[in-house]
């Protein structure tokens, strides 16, 4: 695909890792990756073929995160919804993980990547966790991009399980009641300590949160595209960092 990238300042035609200097990277970039049953569909094939095809559209992803200076790349891999699928297809999600990180964990502790996840851990099959453990451990101390996958997540749970916490704080006399505020909530989020995302990406044209960073998604900018997760690329998410660089964000204020 050929697209035109007038905010870019083209380097030397040899270099292979960053061709293109963004001036207003976001930091932080969540991505719900849709589109793959229909991406398989259309190809007549079994609907896991769709999210194999996405775990390398995944690392692409990865790969451009890197090259452009992004520090938070927060995918939804599996929400607290999708237990509601097929067992074979629940299974199959469930060891992607795993299939994802024996392909390529080298390449994310070659490029400084640490991998976390937020979203109910405990719930997962074993063999998932023990997987997603591994890498976290093997990637805990890199500190370049910080990978982190949404799996088992739901917004909801999240913000019910933080006030459950958070009564019983209270309770515990650890906190006043008078003292909560949005970043004593923030503390008792999946999230805590992270920046919210800057820029939101939905695939398939879909154009909905579905329970995904709910709370903090308040100022971020949205980002469409009708383009389905497994064709999802480097140059479909330079369009959507190039939208980014327009957006003027207020927080509510006035520029
Ligand atoms: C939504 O598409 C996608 C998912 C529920 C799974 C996301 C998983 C991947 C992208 C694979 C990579 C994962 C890891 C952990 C490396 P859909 O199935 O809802 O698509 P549809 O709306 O077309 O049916």
Not at 12 to 20: D, L, M, R
Not at 32 to 56: C, Q, S, T, V, Y
Not at 154 to 175: C, F, M, P
Request: glycine share 6%; proline share 4%; net charge neutral.
């Amino acid at each position: 695909m050929s697209i035109r990238l007038p905010f870019f300042k083209r380097k030397s035609s040899t270099e292979t890792k960053q061709q293109y200097k963004l001036k207003n990277v976001p930091n932080h970039v969540a991505i719900i990756m849709d589109g793959n049953g229909r991406w398989a569909k259309k190809r007549g094939l079994p609907r896991i073929d769709g999210h194999k095809e996405g775990m390398d559209a995944v690392q692409n992803t990865v790969r451009a995160a890197t090259d452009h200076g992004i520090k938070i790349l927060t995918l939804f891999a599996f929400s607290t919804e999708n237990w509601k699928r097929p067992k074979l297809e629940v299974d199959y999600l469930m060891r992607l993980p795993k299939e994802y990180l024996q392909t390529y964990l080298p390449e994310l502790i070659e490029k400084n990547v640490r991998v976390e996840t937020i979203g109910d851990f405990d719930a997962l099959p074993q063999h998932t966790k023990e997987a997603v453990l591994d890498a976290k451990e093997r990637t805990k101390d890199n500190d370049g991009l910080l990978l982190n996958f949404a799996i088992n997540y739901g917004s909801r749970h999240e913000i019910v399980e933080a006030l459950k916490q958070i009564v019983h704080d209270v309770n515990e006399n650890k906190i006043d009641v008078d003292h909560i505020n949005d970043n004593i909530l923030e503390d008792y989020l999946y999230t805590k300590g992270l920046v919210d995302p800057d820029l939101l990406i939905r695939t398939s044209g879909e154009k909905r949160l579905s329970n995904f960073l709910l709370w903090q998604c308040a100022y971020s900018e949205f980002w469409f595209t009708d383009v389905l997760w497994p064709d999802f690329n480097k140059e479909v998410f330079i369009q959507a960092l190039l939208d980014y660089q327009n957006r003027v964000r207020r927080y509510g204020g006035i520029k």
